[in-house]
């Protein structure tokens, strides 16, 4: 194993990549500049995809995976040819928010049918600390037939990579990585240095990597609830919370976050995988779990707002006609997994009220699969009593206020409800025309 780098960097050994959606595929286009790439998924049809060089995730483009060399594969046994093996499945939760390990456990069955000795694993899943040594080390031996440390070795590299961000990409973050041994984390740190031009933190050991990843998002949940919290009480003052925002923010060390919905499959989910684990340990997290409590009820918040406004507006509320702006999980993003959007959907039609949607954006099949939802075009908007923008994708900030004026019913303004959830638009130019503009 000690050479192992030198024969990936040559092109002797394959790098495996095992999970390619909005974290695995990136990974897999990175290294396949500097090493010959299996990337494999259990979807044929996001195989299929890819090797017509459409890119669904539109994280790195089509141009990019008509051009990379990656042998994209749904065919398990590719694996075979493989000794460095990266790990990058969904870890989601289940609807009680515990973690839902299932799609880790069936990455390592399966690479574990197709180890060979001298093998690494790595895994960039996010998880609680623990699962690498105590759930994942079992199945791969177990299903391999080969002992960990001396046939083959793991470790553990937190995937960073934000969906939709062209910035912060694998090449331009600080890699953190760990290894069960010495000799694992030198040749795993030395195979990212590869890809990874901002370098390699090289962690302590694997539960330390593994704790690192869950806290990073747990908080920014917890500082967004706090600013989900102050806009609540903000509101109920009757102060713009967007503008106490941006006066405290000119002191140097105030931190800048905003408040809005949380979704995604990180910020949202990552909380739960750590409080899982304490609860474990006997712990019962009041912090973590309060600001989860705050974040997930958002969407009920959004809505108890817009029907108060429509009240005010003296439009009924039954089969009023609401239309949303984006349902991806973040601007964007065509992911639509654990989006919050969904949270706004769901409590409109407790009042009775069936929503239209529109994102531009948002993978469509996606969409119906998991949510049962069908898109509108955004040119079919009309006729509207209210108008929610819940994502700020860069055609939505496009829309000028003819546009918006544009959806709405012929009526006075003062019958027009715009919730402008994340405060993108000028709040003073839609009440100067007499909107009833509300935002978090």
């Given at each position: 194993m000690n050479d192992l780098y030198e024969r990936i960097k040559n092109k002797e050994d394959k790098v495996a990549l095992i999970g390619l959606g909005y974290v695995g595929m990136p990974i897999a286009v990175a290294f396949a500049k500097k090493a010959n790439v299996i990337g494999f998924d259990v979807n044929e049809e996001k195989v299929a995809l890819y090797n017509e060089g459409i890119d669904p995730t539109k994280e790195v483009g089509d141009k990019a995976i008509k051009e990379t060399t990656v042998e994209f594969t749904s065919d398990e046994t590719k694996l075979q040819e493989a000794k460095f093996h990266i790990v990058a499945v969904p870890t989601p939760v289940t609807t009680d928010h515990t973690p839902d390990l299932n799609p880790v456990k069936s990455a390592c069955k399966t690479v574990g049918q197709n180890l060979s000795n001298g093998s690494i694993i790595v895994f960039e899943s996010t998880v609680y600390p623990g699962v690498t040594e105590e759930v994942c080390i079992p199945i791969l031996e177990k299903e391999s037939g080969l002992k960990c440390g001396k046939d083959f070795k793991v470790g553990y590299s937190p995937e960073r990579i934000n969906p939709g961000d062209k910035v912060h990409r694998l090449e331009t973050i600080i890699k953190v990585v760990a290894g069960m041994d010495d000799e694992a984390l030198e040749n795993i740190a030395q195979v990212y240095e590869l890809v990874a031009d901002a370098g390699v933190y090289r962690a302590e050991n694997i539960k330390v990597a593994e704790a690192a990843k869950v806290i990073e998002n747990s908080q920014r949940d917890i500082n967004i609830a706090f600013m989900n919290e102050l806009s609540i009480i903000f509101n109920r003052l009757g102060i713009n919370t967007k503008a106490v925002l941006e006066a405290a923010g000119t002191k140097w060390n105030f931190l800048n976050f905003s408040p809005g919905l949380v979704g995604g499959h990180c910020i949202g989910v990552d909380p739960y995988y750590l409080t899982y684990k304490a609860e474990q340990t006997g712990y019962h997290s009041q912090i973590i779990l309060s600001g989860r409590r705050i974040n997930d009820d958002m969407g009920k918040y959004v809505v108890n707002g817009l029907v108060k406004n429509l009240i005010k507006a003296e439009v009924p509320v039954k089969n009023a006609k609401v239309a949303i702006l984006g349902f991806a999980f973040k601007e964007n993003c065509p992911d639509t997994r654990n989006t919050r959007v969904i949270d706004i959907v769901e409590e409109l039609k407790e009042f009775e009220i069936d929503p239209l949607i529109c994102d531009p954006e948002a993978d469509v099949q996606e969409a119906k699969d998991e949510y049962g939802i069908t898109f509108t075009d955004l040119r079919e908007l009309k006729n509207l009593d209210a108008v929610i923008v819940a994502v700020g994708h860069n055609q939505?900030?496009?829309?000028?206020?003819?546009?918006?004026?544009?959806?709405?019913?012929?009526?006075?303004?003062?019958?027009?409800?715009?919730?402008?959830?994340?405060?993108?638009?000028?709040?003073?130019?839609?009440?100067?025309q007499g909107y009833r503009y509300c935002s978090l």
């Open positions: 939505f900030l496009k829309l000028t206020q003819e546009d918006i004026d544009s959806m709405f019913k012929e009526a006075a303004n003062e019958n027009k409800v715009f919730v402008d959830i994340k405060g993108l638009f000028d709040k003073k130019a839609f009440e100067t």
